[in-house]
């Protein structure tokens, strides 16, 4: 009698279980076909309207985790990308560009009290390459920063909505305040936009939303966090261990070769 009511317990655990599991949308359907997505439409959409409008226009939304306990953070931002270079059209489709990252009202303070390492400003220099993959059947996509080190990588599959992760290590050794607590990971969602909700949405003109208008609002973006006139950084020494050894040799190979040149 035990062994039964323990079977049938056994049994509604793992129908619960079963019911429970992660689904998605055209589970156990046939893989696209190459070129194809899901909804059987091209997995160049994106990428062939950026190429045909020279400019392009992402919301990002984020969920973080950093590795200070218990700070977590989720926000959204608007990245604009222009100043492209696209591949050839003998090779496989593939695009670099520079980026602008504009965060909403707190987003700045949010990630500084969550440990993040980022300066404060009203928008940042980003830059952003994608290629075309056949095995992945779509186009895989990286940001980075330009006075930070995280990376993001998504895939874009010419849907209106792409998935990415977001990721940086421990940045030891550097001089930023929280340096020390800025390692993080994340997920979220591209969603592409057309020029006009962009303009919405960052309560500017479609007028103000155009290449040439870009290439000034990124170098005013870069020069705001990057002055002309202001030193480049040194790199700091690691504080003990192998990594100051390997720092040591570095420096006093560099310092050879210089004064080899200057003979």
């Known amino acids: 009698m035990m062994k039964a009511v323990l079977t049938a317990l056994l049994l509604v655990h793992l129908i619960v279980f079963v019911h429970a599991a992660t689904r998605i949308p055209n589970e156990g359907n046939d893989p696209p076909k190459t070129g194809f997505n899901t909804n059987g439409t091209s997995i160049f959409t994106n990428y ?5 409008n020279g400019q392009a226009f992402l919301l990002a939304e984020r969920t973080l985790v950093y590795e200070t ?4 953070v989720s926000i959204a931002f608007i990245e ?26 707190s987003a700045v303070k949010d990630f500084g009290n969550a440990g993040a390492q980022i300066s404060l400003s009203k928008s940042y220099a980003t830059l952003y390459a994608s290629s075309y993959s056949a095995q992945v059947n779509a186009m895989e996509q990286v940001l980075i ?30 001089k930023s305040a929280n340096a020390a607590t800025s390692a993080v990971t994340g997920f979220g ?4 936009l057309t020029v006009e909700q962009a303009s919405v949405m960052m309560n500017v003109s479609v007028a103000d939303l155009t290449p040439a208008k870009f290439d000034v609002e990124y170098s005013a973006a870069w020069y ?14 690691p504080s003990s261990g192998a990594g100051r050894r390997a720092f040591g040799v570095t420096t006093a190979f560099v310092m050879t070769v210089l004064a080899m040149a200057a003979m």
């Open 48 to 52: 062939d309207n950026f190429k045909a």
């Open 145 to 174: 920063m330009t006075d930070d080190d995280w990376t993001l990588r998504s895939w874009d599959d010419g849907l209106p909505v792409n998935p990415f992760i977001i990721w940086e290590g421990d940045d030891a050794g550097d």
């Open 80 to 105: 604009w990308l222009s100043a492209a270079t696209f591949s050839a059209a003998h090779l496989p489709p593939a695009v670099n560009a520079r980026s602008i990252l504009f965060p909403p009202g």
């Open 69 to 72: 306990p218990h700070k977590n």
């Open 189 to 192: 969602t591209f969603t592409w």
């Open 224 to 237: 705001r966090l990057h002055p002309p006139d202001s030193p480049t950084p040194s790199p700091t020494p």
